[in-house]
């Protein structure tokens, strides 16, 4: 070829290949006869073909369902905790909440000194704290400590923000940092009050401590510690998830903490986060997942909704690479998300959706759950009770909990009544 066609051709390809990212990605799914037929991984059959029939087959299974999502779903985490890693006590309240409460904010350092990344763990309990401790709700948050409530107490976090549109023109953000006036901001998610009335503790951190939510090479949060992931190293998934263990190492040394009764709890990208965080840390008795849609509780095969190859090219750094390659071809990925809860057995799991929230495919969420129950009943727990998907409202299940409510993407008051019950159930 010329020189010059060549060149003409060279960068029509390069045009080509970078709006094809785009065209590539179909329109979302949003009708049930439109769901391509799909073929779904047993949990309890080994990937030679064996069958899982007894508990102590389900621990070797459980491995290699954990490293098949770690290969290709979410990437390979870190163990444990760095060398290093200490607690700093920041602040302590007592007369939090009209007396109700003492709060405190944890710093936990990943390495030695002062100046590496670190998590701020916001902690408030019941003021009295019976034998045994509290139940625990670990959260992570999207809008900083500060945002779950109005008191001036809290402290506002200094860590990278993301500036949606709605929070610049609020003021509360800006430079990428939480403002003032973002106190309190998010507090219809969170229903602090009740929680502590309900005689449980909530222990919260800002997501973003650990990795801010932006496609930047992982030059950032824990990162500096732990260096650019390599190939089939963990995402931003990962790493929130991991944070999450980090702040179960603090509560694990708290005796007001109930440590029979730790909850991990997330919405949204966070609800994904608490699933694989909750697969991976046995210390969770109760892993809640609130609408947590794509690479969450729904099932990825179905198709509905958003996708794998949409997710992967919105949030490039939330999965480990080799989950592109099932975009626009979910039907060759080797595990599904049913088998992702399956892993949380035979501890509580939650999976709760929104009527509005199609995007999350509600549908594909009961599903996760629903079809986890082999492994519950292998184990000896009861699953959902519920062959289909409930009536609006209408929580059902044991061990293996399910709601969908009325409304769109969000935490509610509601959501948070069904989790109290939940705990208060272990
Ligand atoms: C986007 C994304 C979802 C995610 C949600 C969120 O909508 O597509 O996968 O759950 O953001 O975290 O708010």
């Known amino acids: 070829m010329h020189l010059q066609n060549l060149s003409v051709a060279l960068s029509l390809l390069f045009a080509m290949s970078t709006t094809t990212t785009f065209s590539q990605t179909p329109e979302p799914i949003y009708e049930e006869s439109l769901v391509p037929a799909y073929t779904l991984p047993d949990p309890l059959i080994f990937a030679d073909g064996t069958p899982v029939k007894s508990p102590a087959d389900w621990t070797k299974r459980r491995t290699e369902l954990l490293q098949l999502f770690e290969t290709h779903v ?48 916001l902690v ?5 704290i019976p034998e045994g401790g509290v139940p625990t709700f670990l959260a992570l948050n999207f809008g900083g400590n500060q945002s779950i409530h109005p008191s001036p107490e809290i402290s506002i976090t200094g860590s990278w923000m993301r500036e949606s549109k709605e929070d610049l023109e609020d003021g509360l953000v800006a430079d990428n940092r939480a403002t003032e006036k973002s106190r309190g901001s998010r507090v219809s998610r969170w229903p602090v009050e009740k929680i502590i009335a309900s005689g449980c503790a909530l222990a919260t951190f800002y997501y973003g401590d650990i990795d801010p939510d932006f496609d930047d090479g992982f030059e950032n949060g824990i990162h500096t510690l732990f260096g650019k992931p390599g190939e089939g190293q963990w995402g931003s998934i990962g790493a929130w998830a991991w944070g999450a263990s980090r702040a179960m190492d603090y509560l694990a040394t708290d005796p007001a903490i109930d440590q029979k009764r730790v909850a991990l709890f997330g919405h949204s990208r966070l609800g994904k986060t608490a699933l694989w965080g909750g697969a991976q840390d046995e210390r969770f008795s109760l892993v809640i997942s609130n609408n947590s849609g794509c690479g969450g509780a729904a099932l990825s095969k179905r198709c509905f909704g958003e996708r794998v190859g949409r997710i992967n090219r919105s949030f490039p750094h939330w999965f480990s690479d080799s989950f592109t390659q099932y975009n626009e071809n979910e039907a ?21 959706s929104a009527e509005e929230d199609r995007w999350a495919d ?7 759950a629903k079809l986890a129950e082999p492994v ?34 969000d935490v509610t008051d509601f959501d948070w009544e069904q989790y109290i019950k939940a705990i208060k159930s272990l």
């Open 376 to 409: 519950y009943e292998l184990l000896g727990q009861t699953g959902l009770g519920a062959k289909e998907k409930p009536p609006l409202n209408t929580p059902v299940g044991t061990t293996v909990r399910y709601h969908v409510r009325t409304g769109i993407h």
């Open 362 to 368: 509600p549908k594909g969420e009961f599903l996760g």
């Open 124 to 128: 408030i309990k019941p003021a009295e």
């Open 74 to 121: 979410y990437g390979k985490t870190p163990v444990g905790k760095p060398e290093g890693m200490h607690v700093e006590s920041r602040k302590k309240v007592t007369g939090f909440l009209e007396g109700k409460a003492t709060m405190e904010e944890i710093r936990i350092h990943f390495s030695p000194g002062q100046e590496g990344p670190f998590l701020d763990l």
């Open 332 to 352: 060759a990925l080797p595990v599904d998300q049913h088998q992702l809860i399956a892993l949380i057995a035979p501890r509580m799991v939650y999976v709760a």
